[in-house]
């Protein structure tokens, strides 16, 4: 298996920009996540998705923040406008939701993003 | 809510020194727990979680963990370190087991 895939791995914009970052989870897994990765604040849950549907976007930063999973293949990150402060390595992770066990989650390499 | 802290922002080790790595819980229900490894510029990889069960738990790399209920605690240990264990290390919690809450990191650096 590819295990989860994130593109770009690299992304410079500048500031007031549109940005798209887009994972593919591993395939069979029905749960999603977005985290983001700042020196500051650490490892941050953005938002999750359960069977394409947005269970838990509290850590949403605000209203430039969207995410989207249109199918179980494919999930993208928006930010727009883009703003320095959203400068950080953002992560995808998936897993298989079972009530019966509790799965491991399987990151994939980050997307790094420069905001100028 | 449940929070972390991981209470070493930097651990520096010789190479075959044992090393401990220090995290603890808050939480008013129970939880589950997780270390995570960071190599430089790559994701998260599991190392070891406790759900249930023996408070001792068993990773990959020689990696283990006790669960310490009465202390919330769930420090990661190694007998004896390699070089390529450098990385950053993450500790988390879950109350649903999946939604995690991760510390700021602990990073690992094994010198000769």
């Known amino acids: 298996d590819a295990g989860v895939i994130q593109s770009p791995r690299h992304e410079v914009t500048e500031m007031g920009q549109e940005v798209t970052l887009r994972c593919k989870p591993i395939s069979g897994h029905n749960s999603l996540f977005w985290y983001r990765q700042t020196m500051m604040r650490g490892l941050e849950l953005l938002i999750y998705?359960?069977?394409?549907?947005?269970?838990?976007d509290s850590g949403m930063p605000e209203d430039r923040f969207s995410a989207k999973m249109p199918n179980a293949s494919f999930s993208t990150l928006k930010i727009q406008p883009s703003e320095p402060r959203d400068s950080a390595v953002y992560f995808c992770?998936?897993?298989?939701?079972?009530?019966?066990?509790?799965?491991?989650?399987?990151f994939g390499p980050g997307t790094r993003l420069t905001v100028l | 809510a449940q929070s972390v802290t991981q209470l070493d922002s930097q651990v520096p080790v010789f190479e075959e020194a044992p090393v401990e790595l220090r995290c603890n819980y808050s939480?008013?229900?129970?939880?589950?727990l997780f270390w995570y490894v960071q190599y430089p510029n790559q994701g998260l990889q599991l190392l070891l979680k406790?759900?249930?069960?023996?408070?001792l738990v068993k990773g990959i790399n020689g990696f283990e963990a006790e669960f310490n209920k009465s202390q919330t605690s769930f420090h990661l240990r190694k007998p004896s370190v390699h070089i390529s264990d450098t990385a950053e290390y993450f500790c988390?919690?879950?109350?649903?087991?999946?939604?995690?809450?991760f510390g700021k990191g602990t990073s690992l650096l094994v010198t000769p």
């Open positions: 939480s008013s229900v129970s939880v589950y």
């Open positions: 988390a919690v879950s109350v649903t087991g999946y939604a995690l809450n």
């Open positions: 992770a998936s897993l298989v939701e079972d009530f019966s066990s509790t799965d491991t989650q399987y």
């Open positions: 406790y759900l249930s069960g023996s408070t």
């Open positions: 998705f359960n069977n394409n549907v947005p269970i838990d």
